[in-house]
């Protein structure tokens, strides 16, 4: 399983590029308590494809109701 999420998450590193995903997404909204870790998580991905996805430098800065693009599966 672990080995499979691996190969999932460099397939996706792969589709970004200069901070562009190429794939399909989402919008998901922030909410109190959320982290890139967890969305990470949650939508099996990874916390830098997260930051390249959405030009997160520093993710102090989120907030909520924040938008965040999220890779779809």
Aim: aromatic share 8%; net charge neutral.
């Amino acid at each position: 399983m672990a080995e499979q999420l691996t190969k999932l998450s460099d397939d996706l590193l792969a589709q970004v590029t200069g901070g562009r995903y190429t794939g399909p997404t989402f919008v998901y909204e922030f909410q109190p308590g959320d982290s890139l870790y967890m969305l990470a998580r949650r939508y099996n991905t990874t916390v830098q494809v997260l930051q390249d996805l959405n030009g997160i430098q520093d993710a102090k800065m989120l907030g909520s109701g924040i938008r965040l693009l999220i890779p779809q599966r």
